[in-house]
């Protein structure tokens, strides 16, 4: 574990022979994943402009370039993976004339280096706003990186919380010819109207678009953007995954987790001049926005669309992140065990197993 500087913003690096990750210190952004054996080609997006530090941004100084909506502070500093908490989505106009910012209080703060060795280090922010506190501990092993975190509610009542791991893809790794997407997802509906049409992964639909009806397995090459899904993971499955398969560079990318931590998967996509991206965002909640929309519906189809964090309690939850060298030939993944030491991706058609070091 080293601390970095990425592209002009303080950082840190934790990596083995093997795979290398970099966080940033202010939002405490994945912001790269990188494969040592290949060509360094990060599926992670890192914007095309300039980045700060986002617990910097000033609208009066920084407004001309990246705007001066509720969405500016984060976008100054965003890149790759971020964590969304505690809501998805936009603040109400009093929440942001008070100063709140989308996505949650996290992507807006500096964390700070609480532990490192080999391989591993543990970060924490303090939410103020909030009354929160998050702890993450990242362990780079084999081709794969192990994150658990922790959330404790600092205040003394108990609140309803959105916990959405947002991860998004962008070139040279997102490529409409390129790259396939495969997930353990079952029905979903265009995000906000869960009472609107129901349609089947990878069918993706928006009343946000003029993108008709697509095949979500694919990156869209037709212009785009605002196209945002939510999807039911399986619940016949204790583990649920989404990955993504560059043909090109042969790699494979994905993710799993506990289905019960996150059991929705809302899938953002935009493809414009300026920005081509795939969100692949594993959530406790499919509802965008803080809590008067969060407590709007407690449940769709049965399955829980927030969880409610107790005065001072903690809650924690895991995921597994592996980038992993695949043959061209590969046609996708149908599954995803969970081994000791070790994670099984099932391909599809041939039924053939991956074996990836973890």
């Given at each position: 574990?080293?601390?970095?500087?990425?592209?002009?913003?303080?950082?840190?690096?934790?990596?083995?022979?093997?795979?290398?990750?970099?966080?940033?210190?202010?939002?405490?952004?994945?912001?790269?994943?990188?494969?040592?054996?290949?060509?360094?080609?990060?599926?992670?997006?890192?914007?095309?402009?300039?980045?700060?530090?986002?617990?910097?941004?000033?609208?009066?100084?920084?407004?001309?370039?990246?705007?001066?909506?509720?969405e500016s502070r984060l976008l100054s500093g965003l890149a790759?993976?971020?964590?969304?908490?505690?809501?998805?989505?936009?603040?109400?106009?009093?929440?942001?004339?008070?100063?709140?910012?989308?996505?949650?209080?996290?992507?807006?703060?500096?964390?700070?280096?609480?532990?490192?060795?080999?391989?591993?280090?543990?970060?924490?922010?303090t939410l103020p706003e909030s009354r929160a506190t998050i702890?993450?501990?990242?362990?780079?092993?084999?081709?794969?990186?192990?994150?658990?975190?922790?959330?404790?509610n600092t205040s003394t009542w108990d609140r309803p919380f959105?916990?959405?791991?947002?991860?998004?893809?962008?070139?040279?790794?997102?490529?409409?010819?390129?790259?396939?997407?495969?997930?353990?997802?079952?029905?979903?509906?265009?995000?906000?109207?869960?009472?609107?049409?129901?349609?089947?992964?990878?069918?993706?639909?928006?009343?946000?678009?003029?993108?008709?009806?697509?095949?979500?397995?694919?990156?869209?090459?037709?212009?785009?953007?605002?196209?945002?899904?939510?999807?039911?993971?399986?619940?016949?499955?204790?583990?649920?995954?989404?990955?993504?398969?560059?043909?090109?560079?042969?790699?494979?990318?994905?993710?799993?987790?506990?289905?019960?931590?996150?059991?929705?998967?809302?899938?953002?996509?935009?493809?414009?001049?300026?920005?081509?991206?795939?969100?692949?965002?594993?959530?406790?909640?499919?509802?965008?926005?803080?809590?008067?929309?969060?407590?709007?519906?407690?449940?769709?189809?049965?399955?829980?669309?927030?969880?409610?964090?107790?005065?001072?309690?903690?809650?924690?939850?895991?995921?597994?992140?592996?980038?992993?060298?695949?043959?061209?030939?590969?046609?996708?993944?149908?599954?995803?065990?969970?081994?000791?030491?070790?994670?099984?991706?099932?391909?599809?058609?041939?039924?053939?197993?991956?074996?990836?070091?973890?």
């Amino acid at each position: 574990m080293t601390e970095i500087s990425f592209r002009g913003r303080a950082a840190w690096a934790i990596e083995n022979d093997h795979v290398r990750m970099i966080v940033l210190e202010s939002g405490g952004h994945l912001a790269e994943i990188v494969f040592k054996q290949g060509e360094l080609v990060s599926p992670l997006w890192v914007q095309s402009r300039d980045t700060i530090d986002s617990d910097t941004y000033d609208p009066e100084i920084h407004g001309a370039i990246y705007g001066t909506n509720s969405e500016s502070r984060l976008l100054s500093g965003l890149a790759g993976h971020n964590l969304c908490f505690p809501f998805w989505g936009d603040p109400t106009t009093a929440e942001f004339a008070a100063g709140m910012t989308f996505h949650g209080e996290t992507n807006i703060r500096r964390w700070k280096l609480v532990e490192a060795c080999p391989g591993a280090a543990i970060v924490e922010v303090t939410l103020p706003e909030s009354r929160a506190t998050i702890k993450r501990r990242f362990r780079i092993q084999g081709h794969a990186l192990h994150c658990q975190t922790e959330a404790t509610n600092t205040s003394t009542w108990d609140r309803p919380f959105a916990w959405c791991e947002h991860v998004t893809i962008g070139t040279p790794f997102l490529d409409s010819g390129e790259v396939r997407f495969d997930a353990s997802l079952t029905k979903g509906f265009a995000t906000g109207h869960p009472l609107g049409p129901c349609f089947r992964w990878p069918t993706g639909a928006s009343h946000f678009s003029k993108v008709p009806d697509s095949d979500l397995s694919r990156f869209s090459e037709l212009r785009h953007e605002d196209l945002v899904n939510s999807f039911l993971a399986d619940t016949g499955q204790e583990f649920a995954f989404f990955t993504a398969f560059q043909k090109r560079f042969g790699l494979l990318f994905g993710y799993v987790y506990e289905r019960a931590d996150f059991p929705w998967l809302n899938v953002w996509e935009c493809n414009t001049e300026k920005m081509q991206t795939r969100g692949m965002e594993f959530s406790n909640t499919p509802h965008h926005g803080t809590m008067k929309t969060l407590v709007s519906a407690s449940e769709i189809w049965d399955v829980p669309t927030y969880e409610w964090l107790n005065a001072h309690s903690t809650v924690h939850k895991q995921f597994i992140a592996f980038l992993h060298p695949a043959p061209q030939s590969y046609r996708g993944t149908a599954d995803i065990r969970v081994r000791p030491q070790k994670l099984e991706i099932i391909e599809r058609e041939t039924g053939d197993v991956l074996e990836v070091p973890s």
